[in-house]
């Protein structure tokens, strides 16, 4: 019994998830403020993203990072399970090129909501190949409730 125990904390530890009655990321929440953050998230990223001829706005809490790509070792982990994306805060509608975590997904369904799930083609439009998102990479960013 101990050892299953022992199990879950040390998933819930892995997948950066705090305490209480759900599985939080511990980054990737929305955000008001950088106080509305876990201790691990170092920013919370306002981002702005228009699909569909339409503008959304949220803002991520997020950690910056160096190895720039999908599955960056310098991410936290999502609830999917893989690791983060590290791309320029600004492929997401933020007000710089500073590189952030951004929560990976496969759909919609994978993202928090507020959130919706896109790839370098819905992220750069026409222009994919100078597009810094990886071309089979999908990254959560602000879309309709």
Do not use: K
């Amino acid at each position: 019994m101990l050892r299953a125990v022992s199990g879950v904390f040390l998933a819930s530890i892995l997948l950066g998830c705090s305490g209480g009655t759900g599985v939080t990321p511990a980054v990737y929440d929305a955000c008001f403020n950088l106080d509305d953050c876990v201790e691990a998230a170092t920013r919370c990223e306002e981002l702005v993203v228009e699909f569909a001829g339409l503008e959304y706005s949220n803002a991520i809490c997020t950690t910056e990072c160096a190895a720039e790509g999908a599955i960056s070792p310098d991410c936290s982990r999502a609830l999917i399970g893989r690791p983060g994306s590290c791309y320029p805060a600004s492929v997401a509608g933020g007000a710089s090129d500073t590189l952030i975590c951004f929560e990976p997904c496969d759909s919609d369904a994978s993202c928090l909501q507020g959130f919706r799930c896109l790839g370098a083609l819905e992220l750069c439009g026409a222009t994919p190949d100078t597009c810094p998102v990886d071309p089979l990479d999908a990254i959560c960013v602000p879309g309709p409730f």
